[in-house]
Nanobody, 121 residues
Framework: QVQLVESGGGLVQPGGSLRLSCAASGSGFRVNAMGWYRQAPGKQRELVAIINSGGRIDYADTVKGRLTISRDNAENTVYLQMNSLNSEDTAVYYC???????????????WGQGTQVTVSS
């Protein structure tokens, strides 16, 4: 099994910055992609950013130019640097990973427990 542990959420003023981290732990797995989703009250969970093992990155249009995803492949850790935050970024942020459990050829999806990000003055 694989566990995702997130850290870095909190309260920040509009225009401020936060950095989220998520580490995947376990044994006998290979991470194909890691990323972040978010869910605001009353809204559906949406993709924020995702990076695959080859380095390809996809961002939601609403965060391009403000949020940056990066990954440490050796540590199976993904980061989300969030700058110029506004109230629309307030949500629970969930770490996400697509993982292969060696030696099975199938891909499995895992989620973190979520971390609250609140942008407010």
């Amino acid at each position: 099994q694989v566990q995702l542990v997130e850290s870095g959420g909190g309260l920040v003023q509009p225009g401020g910055s936060l950095r989220l981290s998520c580490a995947a732990s376990g044994s006998g797995f290979r991470v194909n992609a890691m990323g972040w989703y978010r869910q605001a009250p009353g809204k559906q969970r949406e993709l924020v950013a995702i990076i695959n093992s080859g380095g390809r990155i996809d961002y939601a249009d609403t965060v391009k130019g403000r949020l940056t995803i990066s990954r440490d492949n050796a540590e199976n850790t993904v980061y989300l640097q969030m700058n110029s935050l506004n109230s629309e970024d307030t949500a629970v942020y969930y770490c996400y990973a697509r993982v292969v459990l060696i030696p099975r050829p199938y891909e499995y999806q895992y989620w973190g427990q979520g971390t609250q990000v609140t942008v407010s003055s």
